[in-house]
């Protein structure tokens, strides 16, 4: 079985054959039915990216402090070095990253032009896995900020981050698949559920956390966050954050250090299949099984046992689609929701709310 990877890193290559990482045809994926005109232009494409792109990904390098030693003895203070990778989102040194790359570092250092400049944190959501830091620095170059509203399966894809600390590395693909909704986690550690990721085969790699995925005008499109891997490297399946989510979260973080939440007040899981719901036609949708008294979704007459399969006009298919269709709803919207209860579905209409700091 894979796992889902957060894709920070250690500071070193131990267990890494750094031989087999520097080896190998260059060209890789570009060959296969290629002709070579083709290859060429692709990799010119490749080349002219990286040129315009590569100076605004900086390296980022994280100490935590725990306490405990490297033998596991407590009460003793020991550290944690972790790597990963930033994009400058503003020339007066504001760089977006991570939450995870972050997490509770105790300090964090910024590589820019082979320079190691300390950085603070501005703030960080675990939730959406965004996070913003800060140089004192100025003129710095500024990534250019693309969008994934026309983004199509197929399209050059190329990331660049510092994958086992080697900063600035630049690799190819293609777009995968987009859209997809990725819970990890399990309910003892608290799950969190990334919605709306895109898929690519661009080759990523621990310490590629919070690096760029660009398209193929040289924009940033989306910010480097996990790896599906079987072995904790890349396997040809990674995801990104898209940057319209990542810039409105990193925005926010540096305007007011906080993030507000659209929330209903429901709990939930996957319908199975193999049950469905007491209408055998249902055979997917997202199953309450708690709502919060008082809530957005309590007052639109929502039930424990309802099987949600359409909210604001976004089919529902698991728990995972209705959690992107309820972070996809501004604060304050009405919306539709049609739900399975018995063997009729019934339509409810419901205002998003703001969650509460107790849910």
Known sequence: ????????????????????????????????????????????????????????????????????????????????????????????????????????????????????VPAEVVGKDPETDIAVIKVEKEGLPVARLGSTKNLEVGELAVAIGSPFGFQQSVTAGVISALNRNVT???????????????????????????????????????????????????????????????????????ETGDVAYSYIGIEGRTLDPAVGGMDKTVKQGATIMDIEPGSPADRAGLRRGDVVVEFADVQVMSMDDLVAAVRGSAIGRSVTARALRGDRVETFRLRIGQRPDSF
């Open 184 to 254: 990890v986690g399990t309910e003892a550690d608290r799950p969190r559920t990334y919605t709306n990721l895109i898929q690519t085969d661009a080759a990523i790699n621990p310490g590629n956390s919070g690096g760029a995925l660009i398209n193929r005008r040289g924009e940033v499109i989306g910010i480097n966050t996990l790896i599906y891997s079987t072995n904790g490297v890349s396997q040809g399946i990674g995801f990104a954050i898209p940057v319209e989510e990542a810039a409105n979260i990193a925005k926010r973080l540096v």
């Open 1 to 116: 079985m894979g796992t889902f990877i957060g894709i920070i890193g250690l500071g070193s290559i131990v267990g890494v054959d750094a031989g087999s990482l520097l080896s190998g045809n260059l060209l890789g994926p570009l060959q296969g039915n290629n002709s070579p005109s083709e290859r060429l232009i692709i990799q010119g494409s490749v080349i002219d990216i990286a040129k315009k792109t590569q100076p605004s990904v900086v390296g980022i390098q994280t100490h935590e402090s725990s306490r405990e030693n490297t033998h596991g003895s407590p009460g003793s203070a020991g550290e944690t070095e972790s790597v990963g990778s930033g994009v400058i989102i503003e020339s007066d040194g504001y760089i977006m990253t991570n939450s995870h790359v972050i997490g509770e570092s105790s300090s964090v250092i910024v590589t820019i032009d082979d320079e190691k």
